[in-house]
């Protein structure tokens, strides 16, 4: 298993690994933040974790919510996204708590799985992070109603007005324009 560091949302289990398989502990806990992808963070974090003993390690059950910073898919101005995240996941134990024997060879060989460390660390930052990426939508926007860039002139439609039909600015045109107006009828 890859050493990697502990997200701040990591939680020592060693006492709960000692129970029976049933047994429980929930855990509220609030986050700044956590880095997600190309920059974005989800940030604001609060959630709910419970961990039931199992055979084989811990099921955790996560509901959280944050919000992201990321860009307007229409008008390019930053967008604050909600996200909320609600998901289950075994965690295995690699060391047995009350013998310290490492039972890491006895988990099967599994890229989904999650591991509870030999210290008997479980951080339920990584999940958190892959769920918050999956729940991301496709196309942000800073607001529903957002008017986006007009595809003709540019300008943000939140901010100000198209100019696409704006009569183009020429003096002789203009000069055209009066005398055809002025052209006395026959
Ligand atoms: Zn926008
Ligand atoms: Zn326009």
């Known amino acids: 298993m890859a050493t990697q560091k502990h997200s701040p949302l990591t939680y020592n289990v060693s006492q709960l690994l000692r129970e029976e398989s049933g047994s429980r502990r929930d855990h509220a806990f609030t986050e700044s933040s956590l880095p997600l992808h190309e920059g974005e963070a989800l940030r604001d974090i609060a959630g709910d974790a419970r961990f039931t003993r199992t055979e084989s390690g811990i099921y955790a059950n996560v509901t959280a919510s944050g919000i992201v910073s990321t860009t307007c898919m229409r008008c390019l101005q930053p967008a604050l996204v909600a996200v909320d995240v609600t998901f ?38 990584m999940a958190l992070r892959e769920y918050a990426i999956l729940e991301m939508p496709m196309r942000p926007l800073c607001k529903s109603s957002c008017l986006g860039l007009c595809v003709g002139c540019g300008v943000d439609l939140n901010l100000e007005s198209c100019r696409c039909s704006e009569a183009p600015v020429d003096d002789r045109f203009a000069a055209l324009q009066a005398l055809l107006d002025k052209k006395p009828q026959q």
């Open 88 to 125: 289950a996941e075994q965690y295995r134990a690699t060391v047995d708590v009350s013998t310290g024997t490492n039972i890491a060879a006895d988990v099967e060989e599994d890229d989904d799985a999650f591991l509870i460390d030999d210290h008997h660390f479980l951080d339920i930052g």
